[in-house]
C-alpha cells in the first residue's frame, strides 16, 4: 500500500484514497496510465511519458485534466512525500465517474487522477540484471490497440503469472504468425546470430515503450549495428543474445525462453553495455 496518494486534488494516506465505484476505469478499464522511472529523486525520461500520456489520451478522446506542468509538479510531490530515491512514479487517468453505461459519459464529466510512488528493491534487480533472467512464451491474445497504454491489462496479467507458475520472471507474447510481439510488461529484443541488435518495428500490436526508444538512442550512440523488425520466436531461441526493456527494470538481459539457454545461458555483452550507457541518453529531470 503506498504511504501517499494523490487523487484528485488531494494527497490521501493510502488507507483513505480510493475513487467511486462508479468510476469507469474500475467498470470499463477505461483509462490509461503511465510508469516513470525515479532515479536519485529524480524523474527520467518525463518529457516522453508525459507526451505517450497526452497521445493515449487524445486516441480514447479522454479530456486531459491538467497540464503537463501541472501533472510533473503532483508527480514530483508525490514522489517526496512518499520518500521515493529509486523507484517508480504511477500515474492513472480514467474517464471519470458516471451511472455505469457504455457510451461516453456526459461532456464535462471529469477525469479521475491518481498518482502513487514507490520504491524499488534495486539491490535485486542489480542482482537480476547481473544473472539473468527467464522468459516463458504465451499467445498473444490482446486486443488491436495495444498502443495505448490503457489499464485494461488483463491479458497481461494471466501471461505474467503463468511466468510466474513456471518460474520465469516474464512472458513473451507471440502473434499468429509465430513472431514475438513483445513482454507482458517490457519490449522484448534480441541480438540476431549475426549480430545484429533486433526489436520489432512500432505499430498497433506493441507499447511504443519509452525505454525501448531511449535503448535505440543509446546503440546508435554505440555504434550496434540495429534493424528494427518483427523476430520468431524460433528465432530468438538460436539468438546471440535475449533481453527486455521497461521503465522499471531498464535493460534486464533474458537467459532462458522456455527452458532453452540464450547465449549460454549468460547476460550478453549487448544488454550489458546497453544497460551501463543507458542513462548518459536518458533525460533526467
Ligand atoms: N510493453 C508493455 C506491454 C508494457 O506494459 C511496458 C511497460 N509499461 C512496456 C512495453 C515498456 O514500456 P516503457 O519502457 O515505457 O516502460
Not at 484528485?8 to 490509461?32: H, K
Not at 487517468?93 to 491518481?114: N, S
Not at 538460436?238 to 522499471?248: H, K, P, V
Not at 531498464?250 to 551501463?276: E, F, S
Amino acid at each position: 500500500m503506498p504511504r501517499i496518494a494523490y487523487v484528485n486534488g488531494r494527497y490521501l494516506p493510502g488507507t483513505e484514497a480510493g475513487v467511486s465505484i462508479e468510476d469507469r476505469g474500475f467498470q470499463f478499464a477505461d483509462g490509461v496510465y503511465e510508469v516513470c522511472e525515479v532515479r536519485g529523486g529524480r524523474l527520467v525520461d518525463e518529457g516522453r511519458h508525459m507526451a505517450r500520456l497526452d497521445r493515449s489520451l487524445s486516441e480514447l478522446r479522454i479530456a486531459r485534466p491538467m497540464s503537463a506542468a501541472a501533472l510533473g509538479t503532483v508527480l514530483r510531490e508525490t514522489v517526496r512525500r512518499n520518500r521515493v530515491r529509486d523507484g517508480i512514479v504511477y500515474v492513472q487517468i480514467t474517464r471519470g465517474v458516471a451511472r455505469r453505461d457504455f457510451p461516453f459519459p456526459p461532456a464535462g464529466t471529469r477525469p479521475t487522477v491518481v498518482v502513487t510512488a514507490r520504491n524499488n528493491d534495486i539491490a535485486r534487480i542489480e542482482q537480476m540484471a547481473a544473472e539473468g533472467v527467464a522468459v516463458v512464451s504465451v499467445p498473444d491474445i490482446r486486443w488491436g490497440r495495444v498502443d495505448i497504454k490503457t489499464v485494461g491489462l488483463l491479458p497481461n496479467v494471466l501471461a505474467k503469472q503463468t511466468a510466474r507458475e513456471q518460474g520465469a520472471r516474464e512472458a513473451w507474447l507471440v502473434d499468429a504468425k509465430g513472431c514475438v510481439t513483445e513482454g507482458a510488461s517490457s519490449n522484448a529484443w534480441i541480438v540476431s546470430a549475426d549480430g545484429t541488435l533486433v526489436t520489432r518495428p512500432l505499430g498497433p500490436d506493441i507499447l511504443p515503450g519509452i525505454t525501448r526508444a531511449v535503448a535505440i538512442e543509446t546503440a546508435k550512440a554505440l555504434g550496434l549495428a540495429f534493424a528494427e523488425r518483427p523476430f520468431t520466436l524460433e528465432e530468438a531461441y538460436g539468438a546471440r543474445e535475449a533481453f527486455m526493456t521497461s521503465a522499471s527494470q531498464i535493460v534486464m538481459p533474458v537467459t532462458r525462453i522456455d527452458g532453452r539457454p540464450i547465449g549460454g545461458g549468460r547476460p550478453g555483452p549487448t544488454a550489458k553495455a546497453l544497460r551501463r550507457a543507458y542513462h548518459q541518453q536518458a533525460e533526467i529531470s
